[in-house]
């Protein structure tokens, strides 16, 4: 294309350039180029284009006489002059130079040659700045300089190409190279100005290849808004985010989708028709909100575009991709290397635990894991910078670039607006802040000089809680860790914050409480779905309606919601085993969900009632049960997640647990089909004294250390006046524990036990480890403390230790 003019020193097509050439065009240009050359072949399509060099740039300085004037106002700055002033005197300095005329003619004729191509007088291109030292691992804040898009005719693409240079020197970007003590003109821009898709009439976003937030590098992280992708950068909305489990995505049978949030969406960005601009904000549809913006084929198309353009440059990746809304086709528009979580160290592990809570103000999502305090500071615009302390809360409605500045001075940012890839996130990220995005209402809620603790250790949701609230903060070195024979497994409740603890070498999750999901991410009673239409409660109806807005089967809502909740947790640790515990909610419990009133019975002693195992054949929760085992069955069947075993709880009898089994099969869960392990919970004395026969229906047993020694010596746990006799180590509690592994290892049965007592008490570590326990399984704040007294009791017991976690060879396929 452009090689055939006498310009192709100050042009260069994408395909005439690649990674080697970052000096020549920038290093997003550069990427460009790379992948149309050599991922093409793999079928990812990357929108055409051209470059302007480095050289065309400063041949513009020294024609245009602009390089002297550049060198007048820095030295200006250093003397003292406003950093507001020196930045507009160099832009409009750019803004009024003419472009030499061989540099004009060669981007006028690449732009024709592009036309030609796609058989298009004046085709609509986007405009991108693509600095020399942007874009690179070791240079944060890429995107300092303009794009412009919907640019059409050879005029406005000139006028572009002229902006973009003169945005080389936008205040921000000149700050930042004052603080990294970058020479101003030795930073060259190359313009790329690339075939225009037309994701205005679809949707547009980004994709990280790993979880921006935990650096989980096994999941594509896909957000997505309708109509330009400007606001997902920008962070002016709130996108729909998806993840994809990378390793199963070569499976064509599978669809390994393992989370997806519709993200509120409520504006998006279009070409303008007016004379304001190319582009304009405008308000989305009810149906645009409620939507999701791609399907699972879509998501599955862009995850395995992601994954090949990672391992083609061998490093985490940051993609932007759009939709085109004429052809439906998805392209990548760009790729830069990730910048965050790629240098942190992969060895240590910093952890935050809040040790109080306050009054929760506002929530949104959390980005990092960090806690931090300090006293709001609630600005409106970046021109109110000048009013932040150092050491503040920064609340604002959404930040841009503008705001960099104050960001790296903040103890923490919370913002009305954005999602995990919006511009407050990936800085917060960049810089270590703790930050809490798309609240929706911060900006109303908070006050100035408000104290508030900013909480991002909870899990996937955000809360500024009031008040400055005590916290833990430490630093764990993974190669302190101690190996085990006996099997560490986690407990696990919320699957949002499962992803924060990938780097811990535990061996599997013990205990993931399927209830936690119920309550926290679906919240409505699942008999209330089954029977919506015929509800009695009308504020129940219009609440369920309203959380279940966009979908046509309510049934569905619980299905997905449980589903994804479980994936994350089953994807954190595969491939190793993941027992997911089926619903363990007593009467009382489930009444308070929504909906929930009209199918719970009233119970005296609900601890003891229609709970567990009797609950999932009776005709009054069947169905609800059928939800579960369908929410199971998709996370193994359809997503491919078959590390994921079923735990059954409080199962009191033989017969009981039968009709437990022909109910699951009956929703395709069959033991032993697709490798399924089923697994019971040993809390009820009968479960000790038939262990045997318990052994012939289940391939393991997870130990309930509180139930168990509640129903051994018949001590209400939650009794303030009996709490001296609730013990753990009670003498017929221990001789149970040990009956049962004996009964269970007779039968080629493994057990494990959940709780903190481990953690808590050294003694009860040894007497696990000395009747032969499997697998203690804990919680992750307390993984390090539980490793160091089972290796400690280990030692003691003289158990070998053939090598990390449960050693070569051993899978320890039991907690709980």
């Known amino acids: 294309m452009a090689e055939q003019h006498s310009g192709h020193d100050l042009v260069r097509a994408f395909e005439d350039v690649s990674a080697r050439d970052t000096a020549v065009v920038g290093g997003k240009n550069a990427s460009l180029g790379e992948m149309i050359r050599h991922l093409a072949s793999q079928g990812v399509p990357v929108p055409g284009g051209f470059a302007t060099t480095a050289r065309a740039y400063r041949e513009f300085l020294e024609e245009s006489g602009l390089r002297d004037r550049v060198s007048e106002q820095i030295d200006a700055l250093h003397r003292g002059a406003e950093l507001a002033e020196v930045g507009a005197e160099i832009r409009r300095a750019f803004r009024e130079a003419e472009l030499p005329r061989r540099l004009a003619d060669a981007i006028g004729d690449a732009y024709r040659e ?14 991108r700045s693509s600095a020399t030292a942007e874009d690179l691992p070791e240079a944060s804040f890429a995107g300092q300089q303009e794009t412009f898009l919907g640019i059409s005719g050879e005029a406005a693409l000139l006028d572009a190409c002229k902006r973009c240079y003169a945005s080389l020197f936008t205040d921000r970007a000149i700050s930042y190279r004052e603080h990294q003590g970058v020479d101003h003109l030795q930073v060259a821009l190359s313009v790329g100005v690339q075939r225009m898709v037309r994701s205005d009439k679809a949707g547009a976003g980004v994709a990280f290849t790993l979880d921006t937030d935990s650096g989980f590098p096994r999941v594509v992280l896909v957000n997505a808004s309708w109509g330009l992708g400007e606001s997902v950068v920008s962070g002016t909305v709130d996108p729909d985010e998806y993840q994809v489990f990378k390793p199963l995505l070569d499976r064509t049978d599978l669809t390994p989708v393992i989370s997806k949030t519709a993200g509120s ?15 304009a904000t405008v308000g989305t549809t009810p149906h645009e909100q409620a939507a999701y913006v791609l399907d699972d084929q879509e998501i599955l198309q862009l995850a395995r575009w992601a994954v090949a353009i990672e391992e083609h440059y061998g490093r985490p990746m940051d993609i932007e991709w759009a939709k085109d809304g004429f052809t439906g086709d998805l392209h990548v528009v760009q790729a830069r290397p990730e910048t965050v979580q790629a240098r942190k160290e992969a060895g240590t592990l910093r952890s935050y635990e809040l040790k109080e809570h306050g009054t929760r103000l506002v929530g949104g999502l959390a980005v990092g894991d960090a806690i931090a305090a300090g006293k709001v500071c609630n600005l409106r615009s970046a021109d109110e910078i000048g009013r932040f302390q150092d050491g503040a809360v920064l609340v604002t409605g959404a930040t841009d670039p503008d705001w960099e500045p104050i960001m790296k001075r903040a103890a923490a940012i919370v913002t009305d607006h954005g999602g995990r890839t919006s511009h407050a996130a990936i800085v917060s990220r960049e810089l270590g802040v703790a930050a809490v995005v798309g609240t929706g209402n911060a900006t109303a809620a ?24 005590d916290f833990d903060e430490r630093e764990i070195d993974l190669s302190e860790v101690p190996s085990t024979a006996t099997g560490v497994m986690l407990n696990i409740a919320n699957p949002s914050a499962a992803f924060r603890w990938w780097r811990l070498p535990a061996d599997g999750v013990g205990l993931a409480r399927m209830e936690f999901i119920v309550n926290n991410h679906i919240k409505i009673h699942p008999m209330a779905l089954v029977h919506f ?46 027992i997911v515990r089926m619903s363990d909610f007593k ?8 909906g929930g009133q009209e199918f719970e019975p009233p119970e005296e002693n609900p601890m003891l009632g229609w709970r567990g195992a009797s609950r999932y054949y009776s005709e009054g929760y069947r169905a609800g049960f059928g939800l579960e085992c369908r929410a199971v069955h998709r996370v193994r069947n359809t997503m491919g997640l078959t590390n994921t075993v079923v735990m059954i709880p409080f199962c009191r009898t033989l017969g009981e647990a039968d009709r437990v089994l022909a109910t699951m099969a009956e929703h395709g869960l069959v033991r032993g089909r697709d490798g399924l392990e089923t697994f019971v919970m040993a809390e009820i004395p009968s479960n000790i004294i038939l262990a045997d026969q318990f052994a012939d229906r289940f391939d393991g047993f997870s130990i309930g250390s509180n139930d168990l020694t509640q129903l051994t010596i018949g001590v209400d746990r939650d009794s303030e006046q009996l709490s001296e006799l609730f013990d753990e180590r009670d003498p017929s509690v221990i001789r149970s524990i040990g009956t049962l592994i004996a009964e269970a290892h007779g039968k080629g049965r493994k057990v494990g036990l959940c709780g903190q007592r481990p953690s808590d008490d050294p003694d009860f570590a040894r007497l696990l480890v000395g009747a032969g326990i499997d697998t203690v399984s804990v919680t992750p704040d307390s993984f390090l403390r539980v490793k160091e007294n089972v290796a400690a009791a280990e030692r003691g017991a003289g158990r070998s230790v053939s090598g990390p976690g449960g050693g070569p060879g051993r899978r320890p396929a039991a907690g709980g």
């Open 533 to 578: 239409d015929d509800l009695r409660d009308a504020a129940a109806r219009d609440l369920i309606a309203e959380l279940t807005h966009g979908y046509d089967d309510k049934a569905e809502f619980f299905v997905e919601r449980l589903a994804h909740g479980m994936a994350r947790i089953a994807a954190a640790w595969w491939p190793k085993p993941v």
């Open 265 to 279: 969406k409520e504006t998006k960005v279009v070409y303008s028709r007016s004379g304001d601009g190319p582009t």
């Open 587 to 594: 009467t009382n419990e489930y009444a308070k969900l929504i």
């Open 114 to 127: 592009l036309g030609a191509t796609l058989r298009r007088e004046d085709p609509d291109v986007a405009v």
């Open 446 to 469: 908070l006050t100035d000089g408000q104290e508030v603790t900013v909480c991002c250790a909870e899990g996937e949701e955000g809360v500024v809680y009031g008040g400055v609230l």
